[in-house]
């Protein structure tokens, strides 16, 4: 089952703030998600890879599909064909066995970088410096990163009722994010995507420069 007003709510304010809603489904069933793409809802994120191949699988073939979870390099091939965007690419490596996966299936695909801002140790993303890092080696090293575009970056805020302090970890990731898209990296019309926000939060993220949010229990209720 699904909430019907809630996605038309949702809808209403995300396109009133020029923002894209990821409608999180993970653990729901493909008939929940055929609900809502009913609706026209047509951007949907999966956590889990088994489970986004299954459901890629038997659904329509015009949906968006985002993968959010955190991905491990030797199952990006079972997603390369036909990923949509990635949201947590958290190293080098991951990145570059992205491209790589791509290129087999000819093509390209958009990421993002998961950017570490929650005060917590269980969330996954790098650091600044890492990040800079990670910006050095495809500058020096395209050839490796050919077939990946970086679309802009990914964070999630501290589970916490503490507005302020997700509003300042939603700004940080903003604020690097504009230092980024003035840099000569990505003087790029495609570096565009600030992916925060969840059920909880949302508004929050889109106060502070969100442009694209994943939704989950809002959508589907709790799991
Ligand atoms: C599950 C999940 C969401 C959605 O969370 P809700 O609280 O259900 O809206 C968003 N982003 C990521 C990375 C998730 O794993």
């Not at 970056?153 to 302020?164: F, K, P, Q, R, V």
Request: include cysteine; charge should be negative; aromatic fraction near 10%.
């Amino acid at each position: 089952m699904i909430h019907k007003a809630n996605w038309e709510q949702l809808t209403n304010e995300l396109n009133a703030a020029g923002a894209t809603l990821i409608a999180v489904s993970k653990t729901k069933p493909a008939t929940d998600i055929m609900e809502l793409y009913q609706l026209g809802q047509r951007h949907f994120g999966e956590n889990y890879v088994q489970e986004l191949v299954d459901k890629q699988a038997v659904l329509p073939s015009d949906i968006h599909w985002h993968f959010i979870g955190h991905l491990q390099s030797n199952k990006i091939k079972y997603i390369a064909p036909f990923v949509h965007l990635i949201h947590a690419v958290d190293s080098t490596k991951l990145l570059q066995e992205i491209s790589k996966q791509a290129a087999k299936n000819n093509r390209t695909i958009d990421v993002l970088l998961q950017m570490y801002i929650a005060d917590e140790d269980t969330k996954f993303g790098m650091e600044e410096a890492e990040i800079f890092g990670l910006l050095e080696h495809v500058a020096a090293q395209p050839e490796q990163f050919a077939n990946i575009r970086i679309c802009g970056l990914m964070g999630m805020a501290s589970n916490t009722d503490n507005e302020a302090q997700i509003r300042s970890e939603f700004a940080r990731l903003n604020n690097f994010f504009q230092h980024l898209a003035e840099t000569t990296f990505f003087a790029k019309p495609y570096f565009a995507l600030k992916s925060i926000g969840m059920s909880a939060d949302y508004k929050l993220a889109l106060a502070e420069g969100g442009n694209m949010v994943r939704v989950g229990s809002m959508l589907f209720g709790s799991r």
